[in-house]
């Protein structure tokens, strides 16, 4: 059975109210709020620089690799069959492409995670 229970606690002048859900008897903590509103562990979610350090590092890296990497195997490519610049052009048109879908899949994924924190 699943119930929803609030309760309040005062401690050092600070109302904090913790969330507890009911499975089967045992109770679950599922958040915690304090007097300003603000769950203590998405403050510190947000407060952690390295988070972003990493979260710009992928990205960036998810534009770059395959945009150069594309465009790398298209001037292979070109050195090959001797079409000079027929397959870099279609490497760096693959390469944007799989940028803009991974970029894309990227910030989807932080909006879901923003929007659940």
Same mark, same amino acid.
């Given at each position: 059975m699943y119930k929803r229970k609030t309760s309040t606690l005062h401690a050092e002048n600070e109302k904090v109210t913790r969330f507890t859900l009911d499975v089967k008897g045992k109770d679950t903590t599922v958040g915690v709020k304090n &007097?300003?509103? !603000? &769950? %203590? /562990?998405? /403050?510190?979610?947000? &407060?952690n620089g390295w988070y972003y350090i990493g979260l710009f590092s992928q990205i960036g890296f998810s $534009?770059?690799?395959? $945009?150069? =990497?594309?465009? $790398? !195997? =298209? /001037?292979?490519a070109d =050195?090959? @069959? %001797?079409?000079?610049? /027929? @397959?870099t052009f279609i490497g760096l048109g693959v390469g944007i492409a799989v940028s803009v879908v991974t970029f894309i899949h990227s910030i989807r994924i932080v909006l879901h995670d923003k929007r659940n924190n």
């Amino acid at each position: 059975m699943y119930k929803r229970k609030t309760s309040t606690l005062h401690a050092e002048n600070e109302k904090v109210t913790r969330f507890t859900l009911d499975v089967k008897g045992k109770d679950t903590t599922v958040g915690v709020k304090n &007097d300003s509103g !603000l &769950d %203590n /562990k998405k /403050k510190q979610f947000d &407060d952690n620089g390295w988070y972003y350090i990493g979260l710009f590092s992928q990205i960036g890296f998810s $534009i770059a690799l395959p $945009i150069a =990497g594309c465009a $790398i !195997l =298209g /001037k292979m490519a070109d =050195g090959v @069959w %001797n079409s000079t610049p /027929k @397959w870099t052009f279609i490497g760096l048109g693959v390469g944007i492409a799989v940028s803009v879908v991974t970029f894309i899949h990227s910030i989807r994924i932080v909006l879901h995670d923003k929007r659940n924190n």
